[in-house]
């Protein structure tokens, strides 16, 4: 309760205030870059901290001096892997699923030959925004250049790769529309 806190203060992450961390997040975090974190936030990177087990502890990357990463308030994330060359936005009341990865990038270049001579330079990245809401399911992927409408819910496993709509649900690789959280609410 106390040590945690501490070392992100001491790295230069800001967190608000009643956050809770259960276990020690890795944390990556280049000179000038800024990592957020509002009131209230959960992060979970103990493997029983989650009835369904962590895969790794939760990893918060900001790789460049531009990088920016913001994690709402009421937010819950378990061991989920967050990478940033660039900006991600997760919105409030947001809950991030057991081994989910949300990465603003595609971590090498495209071009094998430029992969040879610098295997971790000169590659893409695009912003990614989570809405408020929103429920990510289990091993998701968010990938580059996504927003993610508010109250939408992202299937467990699902990789997604294009804008998901407020109030969509999708699921599958690529994830597709398969319902929306209004059609829950209907009668049978």
Not at 21 to 47: C, H, W
Not at 111 to 134: C, H, K, L, W, Y
């Amino acid at each position: 309760k106390v040590f945690a806190p501490l070392w992100l203060w001491l790295l230069g992450v800001k967190t608000g205030a009643n956050c809770r961390f259960v276990g020690m997040p890795t944390v990556r975090l280049s000179p000038g870059a800024a990592i957020q974190i509002a009131d209230d936030v959960r992060i979970y990177s103990r493997e029983a901290s989650n009835p369904r087990g962590l895969p790794t502890r939760t990893i918060l990357a900001a790789l460049t001096s531009h990088s920016t990463i913001k994690i709402g308030s009421h937010t819950g994330i378990s061991g989920v892997s967050i990478v940033c060359r660039d900006q991600i936005h997760i919105g409030e009341w947001v809950q991030i699923g057991p081994g989910t990865c949300i990465w603003d990038n595609d971590g090498h270049p495209l071009d094998p030959m430029q992969r040879r001579e610098r295997p971790t330079r000169d590659f893409r990245s695009a912003p990614i925004t989570i809405g408020n809401d929103v429920l990510i399911g289990a091993r998701a992927m968010i990938l580059k250049g996504v927003t993610v409408g508010d109250r939408a819910v992202i299937g467990a496993a699902a990789v997604v790769t294009k804008d998901v709509k407020p109030g969509q649900i999708v699921a599958g690789n690529p994830a597709k529309e398969i319902g929306t959280v209004t059609d829950l609410n209907k009668p049978p």
